[in-house]
């Protein structure tokens, strides 16, 4: 089993606030992304990192943010949540080069009411 | 644009049943094409990887095969049990810089007793 943490599980929100999802892995990736997927939908990647200090922006449009600034450690913001960010958000890491398996973590489902 | 389609989108088995799950793909260049488990509300879990010189490929219960000729793949699995439930996605990684993966849309599969 993968070590990758991601807190919180589950979140509901009203409209308008901030919130931070958080992912951690303990396998020392310097690779992470940031997906959405919605119920019954294919993953598509909206951030990701090649190490500290590297952040891109992936496929599908995103209003959230990250930042890397720890090896294990990368966050997801949204400054102001609203009902269209309702989804659920799974985080991934793998070592550069190789195969680059990536290992997910068990994802955080987002409701924004 | 890259795309990977798969067929069928949901699939109902009886316990013990096999199935075989498809995958058409067009990424370019190819660099490799996995099949993923995902348990509902889960993250993705690897179960096979395949390079474009591997024609097929084992896991326990599950066997990928792969035709970089045609840009197909199958998944097929062997005497299939309930805790095979889940939604099995199929992901092929373009050769170039950053291996970005495109994802497609799984197929959900259910085993009934």
């Not at chain 1, 269209?84 to 190789?98: D, E, I, K, M």
């Not at chain 2, 799950?21 to 370019?28: G, M, R």
């Not at chain 2, 066997?63 to 199929?90: G, V």
Request: glycine share 8%; hydrophobic share 30%.
């Amino acid at each position: 089993e993968a070590d990758i943490y991601q807190t919180p599980r589950y979140l509901v929100i009203g409209t308008g606030k901030k919130i931070t999802l958080e992912c951690s892995q303990t396998m020392g990736h310097d690779k992470m992304y940031w997906y959405q997927q919605d119920p019954g939908m294919e993953l598509h990647l909206i951030h990701y990192s090649y190490g500290v200090n590297s952040t891109e922006k992936g496929d599908l449009s995103s209003e959230s943010t990250v930042s890397r600034i720890r090896t294990e450690h990368f966050p997801l913001t949204l400054e102001s949540a609203r009902p269209s960010h309702t989804s659920q958000y799974l985080c991934a890491s793998s070592f550069r080069g190789g195969e680059e398996t990536q290992y997910f973590g068990p994802g955080t489902r987002l409701l924004v009411l | 644009k890259n795309q990977v389609e798969q067929s069928p989108q949901s699939l109902i088995i009886l316990e013990g049943k096999n199935c075989t799950l498809q995958c058409n793909y067009t990424v370019s260049p190819f660099s490799n094409l996995r099949w993923y488990k995902q348990d509902t509300g889960r993250g993705p879990v690897s179960l096979t990887i395949m390079t474009f010189s591997e024609n097929t490929k084992s896991n326990g219960r599950y066997t990928a095969t792969l035709d970089a000729d045609t840009k197909q793949s199958s998944l097929h699995i062997t005497a299939s049990q309930l805790s095979d439930s889940a939604s099995y996605i199929c992901v092929v990684s373009a050769g170039n810089a950053g291996n970005m993966l495109t994802f497609g849309g799984g197929t959900r599969l259910m085993v009934k007793p």
